[in-house]
């Protein structure tokens, strides 16, 4: 592969892919080869774009960022109760122990965003005690239900 030329569309440093004509956005190198280019990332295989992605996770992380992630209390609700499902569902048992203890650290992270109020941590501890699973009844028919306000 010739270095300045993207593998899959051919464009190359004098002729980019132009992405957004209105605003003069051409694509750029994704890969330090410089043989690929941001516009055809889409095209990349899984293992492709998974080797690539990861590469960028161990770049990001190299960097010591931290993500500010601005949620109102709903949608930080939301999305603790959201990793409690996900880290109790059985695949995380025997497969992905990494990713739940990442899942596992954000969901504790959120949790403490709601140390003040005792009764939505208490409602948080239920969520990850199975003494307090419910087995849900189908939904009925012509009966309408309102999760949130």
Same mark, same amino acid.
């Given at each position: ?53 990861m590469r960028d996770m161990k770049t990001l992380h190299g960097? #010591? $960022?931290? !993500? /500010? =992630?601005?949620?109102?209390?709903? %949608?930080?609700?939301?999305?603790? @109760? #959201? $990793?409690? !499902? /996900? =880290?109790?569902?059985?695949?995380? %048992?025997?497969?992905?122990?990494? @990713?739940?203890?990442? !899942?596992? =650290? ?9 140390e003040a109020s005792p009764a939505i941590a208490e409602l ?26």
């Open positions: 592969m010739l270095s300045g030329v993207c593998k899959i569309c051919g464009c190359s440093d004098g002729r980019g892919c132009v992405i957004d004509l209105a605003n003069d956005i051409i694509c750029e190198w994704v890969d330090d080869e410089h043989t690929l280019c941001s516009a055809c990332v889409p095209k990349l295989d899984s293992k492709e774009l998974e080797d690539l992605a960097m #010591g $960022l931290e !993500l /500010a =992630l601005p949620l109102t209390p709903i %949608e930080a609700f939301c999305l603790q @109760s #959201g $990793l409690q !499902l /996900a =880290l109790r569902h059985p695949a995380l %048992e025997t497969g992905e122990r990494a @990713s739940a203890q990442v !899942l596992g =650290l954000i969901r504790t992270r959120l949790a403490e965003f709601f948080i501890r239920r969520g990850g005690d199975p003494q307090f699973d419910a087995v849900l009844a189908p939904p009925c028919e012509n009966k309408s239900s309102l999760i949130l306000p």
